[in-house]
């Protein structure tokens, strides 16, 4: 089994800053890509950015330039710096990873969500 735990969601005005955590544990073998996703309400669930095992990064064209996803690989641990928030920005973030079981079994496992709410 391996889970995500999302950390860091919360109330802010629009103009300030977040940080997003999640954390995986359990039978992971190697981490291929973790990402952040997001769901407004009555929206889709959207991707928000992704980081693979490489570092390579991919960002949403609206937060280019605003957010910043990094990786601190020896925790399995993947971070979303979130900056200049927009009311648009409201949304429960999901933390996403694509990782080899122990067992070597290719999963995609989901995080809990975190609600982030930024205020005008």
């Known amino acids: 089994q391996v889970q995500l735990v999302e950390s860091g969601g919360g109330l802010v005005q629009a103009g300030g800053s977040l940080r997003l955590s999640c954390a995986a544990s359990g039978s992971i073998f190697s981490i291929v890509a973790m990402g952040w996703y997001r769901q407004a309400p009555g929206k889709e669930r959207e991707l928000v950015a992704v980081?693979?095992?490489?570092?390579?990064?991919n960002y949403a064209g609206s937060v280019k330039g605003r957010f910043t996803i990094s990786r601190d690989n020896a925790k399995n641990t993947v971070y979303l710096q979130m900056n200049t928030l927009k009311p648009e920005d409201t949304a429960v973030y999901y933390c996403n990873a694509k990782l080899y079981s122990t067992i070597r079994e290719l999963l995609e496992v989901w995080g809990q969500g975190t609600l982030v709410t930024v205020s005008s």
């Open positions: 980081i693979t095992s490489g570092g390579s990064t």
